[in-house]
Every structure is written in C-alpha cells, then in structure tokens.
C-alpha cells in the first residue's frame, strides 16, 4: 500500500487566492482526518470524515475553510480566501477506526500565503 | 480543560546514552494515549496505544509506560536513527478526537 498520499507537497499562494489540498487515503480506512502543525500550537485537527461524511468540523477555522469527502478515496481541503495566518503544514490521516489503534498520516502539505 | 504538556522540549544524547521523555494529561477520563515519531518534512508514525495505568508497551529500544497523569517514552541505548521529534497525544472520554502536545525534539549524537 502506497499509504495516505498527499498533494501538492508545497504551495506557494499570493493572500488572497483560493487554495485547495488533496488527499487519498488507505483503502478500507472509514476514517479521514485533516491536522494543521504550526510551531506555535503544534497539531491540530480541523475536521474529520466517517464514510464519506463529515462527524466533526469544530475545528475548522472559520467559514474560509471548507473540506469535502466525494468518495472514499478522495478529499479536498479548500481555503478561500487565504491569508498569510493560514501558512503551516497540514496533514491529513486516514484509520480504520476512530483512532484507538492510530492513524497513518501522508507526508503534508506545507502551505505559504504571502 | 483537557490538556497535554511534553517534557522537555529538546533533549540532546550520546549514543548509547538512555534516558525518559515524558508526557504529562489532564483529562476528563482516557480513553487512551497515544505517542507518535515524527522525521523532518514527513508526518507523524504512529507507535503504541496505551489504554489503562500500568499498562506498558516496548518495540525495539522503544518502551512506553503509563500512569493516571502521566506517561513516559524510555529510550534505551539510543542510536543517532532515533533522533526525531516524539509527540504524545491523548483521547478522552466521550470524544474520538486526539489533542497533541507539542512534542520532544530528540537529537541523538554519534
């Protein structure tokens, strides 16, 4: 299994445009989570999905963040419009649980707005 | 408030030279706690599961202990392979979601 792949790795954007974050997750995991690292408040989970559907979004930012899930082996996080506080990495993880035996995360996607 | 402190932020060893990290919680009960590797550039590995006190976990120089506030990662005669930044990460009760510390930077000298 080639993992919970992510893309871009990096994306440079002016403040302003529309960003937009891809994943796939493993095969058969039910669960998908999207984090956001930042040296200042480490990982932090924006929202995630079970079976497609989005369970818990609590920690989206703020209505410029928006995430989908059109099938089990896609999902998209989109930030619209960005702003230079929206520079991090974000990492989106896949389980196939709630997280009792962890999750794989992908490799990130380090954002710059600037 | 549930929360999650790593200690201490950086830790430089010699090889061969064995020491504790420590994860410290305050949560409205634990459903279980979590330690993860992260390498530069790349995203956390997951590690063990700890679930109840006394509960205890090892994988190669690795081992992982857990008590009712606190849990430790004991590092056994580290090689410069195991430098890397370890976080842990709790689930409470009632909820699914991890909270993270911000993590222990390894550095492990040849």
């Known amino acids: 299994d080639a993992g919970v792949i992510q893309s871009p790795r990096h994306e440079v954007t002016e403040m302003g445009q529309e960003v937009t974050l891809r994943c796939k997750p493993i095969s058969g995991h039910d669960y998908l989570f999207w984090y956001r690292q930042t040296m200042m408040r480490g990982l932090e989970l924006l929202i995630y999905?079970?079976?497609?559907?989005?369970?818990?979004d609590s920690g989206m930012p703020e209505d410029r963040f928006s995430a989908k899930m059109p099938n089990a082996s896609f999902s998209t996080l989109k930030i619209q419009p960005s702003e230079p506080r929206d520079s991090a990495v974000y990492f989106c993880?896949?389980?196939?649980?709630?997280?009792?035996?962890?999750?794989?995360f992908g490799s990130g996607t380090r954002l710059t707005v600037v | 408030e549930d929360q999650v402190t790593q200690s201490p932020e950086a830790l430089r060893l010699q090889e061969g030279e064995s020491s504790s990290l420590n994860c410290s919680y305050t949560v409205s009960g634990l459903r279980g706690l979590f330690w993860y590797r992260q390498d530069p550039g790349k995203g956390p590995e997951f590690l063990f599961t700890l679930y109840s006190a006394g509960e205890e976990k090892e994988k190669e120089r690795l081992k992982a202990t857990l008590t009712k506030k606190e849990s430790f990662l004991h590092i056994t005669a580290p090689k410069p392979e195991d430098s890397a930044t370890y976080l842990c990460a709790v689930q409470a009760s009632g909820t699914y979601k991890y909270l993270f510390g911000t993590g222990t930077r390894l550095k492990v000298l040849a």
């Open positions: 993880a896949s389980s196939p649980d709630r997280g009792s035996y962890g999750y794989t």
């Open positions: 999905f079970n079976n497609n559907v989005p369970i818990d």
